[in-house]
């Protein structure tokens, strides 16, 4: 028998597969993965799966975005000697949790969780729901229970799926009669959701919006100088507002000299300070944060094959340990096991 002896506490987070990173998810939650990973048992979840949920008629497009992803991972800094990389679809365990967690959610329950309530208002569907989406919750908390992980880095958007994986825990935990499970905690960033560049609340590829992790420098000037500040500063003389003003919360966000922000951001109420300066600092700084990752993510894609080799380590090493918690799942429940001696028949 193998004795754990790695003591850290366990992360388990992921992102759906549908395009390349953006500075959001940097900011909300990569950032943290990059710091945590050696004081954690990290895994990251390349959630394909998940995916699929609201892309059903593009498997191509979650497919591609699996070694994307991974790319987008390495090159912001996970190092893959600390952190388990691994892709969902190759987790057959997870599946089979979300099956039995199922059981143990309502559909009602699912229907009002803020997150899944905002997502198919923003995606239109209508009464058409596909099954697999409203009930993503579960599998989510599959992904996050198969783990057995205890801190979940993840935007503020998510806090609602990680509060309803704790509502899974407990109610399985109640059934089975001890803590099989341990609660997880959301672990989210203090400067909250960056918005889009137009001043929307979410950064996101489809709305056009976003800031890729693998923006060229021209990008990356071009959408600072597109970026949404405050409407009614109209000359530099004028005050102006901060608040909202999307130029200052990125700067808030990326700025690491607080009290350079903080100065600017007085003056820039004051009035005397025109919008061109506070771009150039942002651009400044979004030029220096992404050009060593643009980089590594480079010289990352000349050998897919490193990287391939990498997911399926990853994906090895997790399938043993998701199959474990499936299995202290199925005989906590007490279901049906030929290897069980009480499945012998009276006699
Ligand atoms: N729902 C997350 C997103 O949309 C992705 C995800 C899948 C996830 N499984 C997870 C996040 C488990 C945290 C933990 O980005």
């Given at each position: 028998?193998?004795?754990?002896?790695?003591?850290?506490?366990?992360?388990?987070?992921?992102?759906?597969?549908?395009?390349?990173?953006?500075?959001?998810?940097?900011?909300?939650?990569?950032?943290?993965?990059?710091?945590?990973?050696?004081?954690?048992?990290?895994?990251?979840?390349?959630?394909d799966?998940?995916?699929?949920?609201?892309?059903?008629?593009?498997p191509a497009?979650v497919r591609r975005?699996v070694?994307?992803?991974?790319?987008?991972?390495?090159?912001?800094?996970?190092?893959?000697?600390?952190?388990?990389?691994?892709?969902?679809?190759?987790?057959?365990?997870?599946?089979?949790?979300?099956?039995?967690?199922?059981?143990?959610?309502?559909?009602?329950?699912?229907?009002?969780?803020?997150?899944?309530?905002?997502?198919?208002?923003?995606?239109?569907?209508?009464?058409?729901?596909?099954?697999?989406?409203?009930?993503?919750?579960?599998?989510?908390?599959?992904?996050?229970?198969?783990?057995?992980?205890?801190?979940?880095?993840?935007?503020?958007?998510?806090?609602?799926?990680?509060?309803?994986?704790?509502?899974?825990?407990?109610?399985?935990?109640?059934?089975?009669?001890?803590?099989?499970?341990?609660?997880?905690?959301?672990?989210?960033?203090?400067?909250?959701?960056?918005?889009?560049?137009?001043?929307?609340?979410?950064?996101?590829?489809?709305?056009?919006?976003?800031?890729?992790?693998?923006?060229?420098?021209?990008?990356?000037?071009?959408?600072?100088?597109?970026?949404?500040?405050?409407?009614?500063?109209?000359?530099?003389?004028?005050?102006?507002?901060?608040?909202?003003?999307?130029?200052?919360?990125?700067?808030?966000?990326?700025?690491?000299?607080?009290?350079?922000?903080?100065?600017?951001?007085?003056?820039?109420?004051?009035?005397?300070?025109?919008?061109?300066?506070?771009?150039?600092?942002?651009?400044?700084?979004?030029?220096?944060?992404?050009?060593?990752?643009?980089?590594?993510?480079?010289?990352?894609?000349?050998?897919?094959?490193?990287?391939?080799?990498?997911?399926?380590?990853?994906?090895?090493?997790?399938?043993?340990?998701?199959?474990?918690?499936?299995?202290?799942?199925?005989?906590?429940?007490?279901?049906?096991?030929?290897?069980?001696?009480?499945?012998?028949?009276?006699?």
């Amino acid at each position: 028998m193998s004795v754990d002896i790695d003591q850290r506490p366990i992360i388990l987070t992921g992102d759906r597969t549908t395009g390349p990173l953006h500075l959001g998810h940097y900011a909300g939650s990569l950032k943290n993965r990059v710091a945590l990973q050696h004081s954690h048992r990290q895994y990251l979840l390349l959630a394909d799966c998940q995916a699929l949920t609201d892309n059903a008629s593009d498997p191509a497009k979650v497919r591609r975005n699996v070694l994307e992803v991974a790319l987008d991972y390495l090159a912001v800094g996970i190092d893959p000697t600390e952190t388990t990389i691994c892709v969902q679809s190759g987790l057959p365990a997870l599946a089979e949790l979300t099956l039995l967690y199922l059981n143990f959610v309502t559909v009602a329950r699912l229907e009002r969780n803020p997150t899944i309530k905002d997502e198919i208002q923003v995606r239109g569907f209508g009464r058409d729901i596909p099954a697999g989406f409203l009930c993503y919750p579960a599998a989510q908390a599959a992904d996050i229970t198969g783990f057995k992980a205890t801190v979940v880095p993840v935007g503020e958007d998510q806090a609602p799926l990680i509060e309803q994986t704790n509502e899974v825990v407990r109610r399985l935990n109640r059934q089975i009669g001890r803590d099989v499970l341990p609660e997880a905690q959301a672990l989210i960033p203090s400067v909250g959701r960056l918005p889009g560049i137009d001043g929307r609340a979410k950064m996101s590829k489809s709305q056009g919006n976003a800031i890729p992790l693998s923006a060229t420098p021209d990008e990356i000037r071009d959408a600072v100088r597109r970026m949404y500040t405050d409407p009614n500063h109209l000359r530099a003389a004028d005050p102006g507002t901060v608040e909202g003003n999307v130029v200052f919360t990125y700067l808030d966000a990326f700025d690491e000299d607080r009290t350079t922000l903080e100065e600017l951001k007085a003056r820039y109420r004051r009035g005397g300070l025109g919008d061109v300066v506070v771009k150039r600092r942002l651009e400044e700084i979004l030029q220096a944060l992404l050009a060593p990752i643009r980089e590594r993510r480079a010289a990352l894609e000349k050998d897919p094959c490193h990287v391939l080799d990498l997911l399926r380590a990853g994906t090895m090493a997790a399938r043993e340990k998701t199959q474990a918690t499936l299995d202290d799942i199925r005989s906590g429940l007490g279901l049906f096991s030929f290897e069980q001696p009480e499945n012998r028949l009276a006699s």
